[in-house]
Nanobody, 114 residues
Framework: VQLVESGGGLVQPGGSLRLSCAASGFTFSSYAMRWYRQAPGKERELVAG????????YYADFMKGRITISRDNAENTLYLQMNSLKPEDTAVYYCHARGRYQYWGQGTQVTVSS
């Protein structure tokens, strides 16, 4: 089983990033997927979630209106489009699969700074 995040990097305040999470080794469409983030010295927090079929989504209040979670079950890939990024969005972003089992990716660093 693998979850491999990509798409992180350094972006200026107000900028955008699109994170991807490529999944393999399990039946992707049978798992709800989530994005979490963890900033230095802080606990990991839930950012967004999406059901297996993609019909239901959840967004944390602190990012609602600035992010969109989506998935492509044909490509076994999860996405997180992030817009209007702020310095406080700086964190390592992780994808998480929740179903019969739970899996975590290794994370991708997002740094928002001028």
């Amino acid at each position: 089983v693998q979850l491999v995040e990509s798409g992180g990097g350094l972006v200026q305040p107000g900028g955008s990033l699109r994170l991807s999470c490529a999944a393999s080794g399990f039946t992707f469409s049978s798992y709800a997927m989530r994005w979490y983030r963890q900033a230095p010295g802080k606990e990991r927090e839930l950012v967004a979630g999406i059901s297996g079929a993609g019909s239901s989504t959840y967004y944390a209040d602190f990012m609602k209106g600035r992010i969109t979670i989506s998935r492509d079950n044909a490509e076994n890939t999860l996405y997180l489009q992030m817009n209007s990024l702020k310095p406080e969005d700086t964190a390592v972003y992780y994808c998480h699969a929740r179903g019969r089992y739970q899996y975590w990716g290794q994370g991708t660093q997002v740094t928002v700074s001028s």
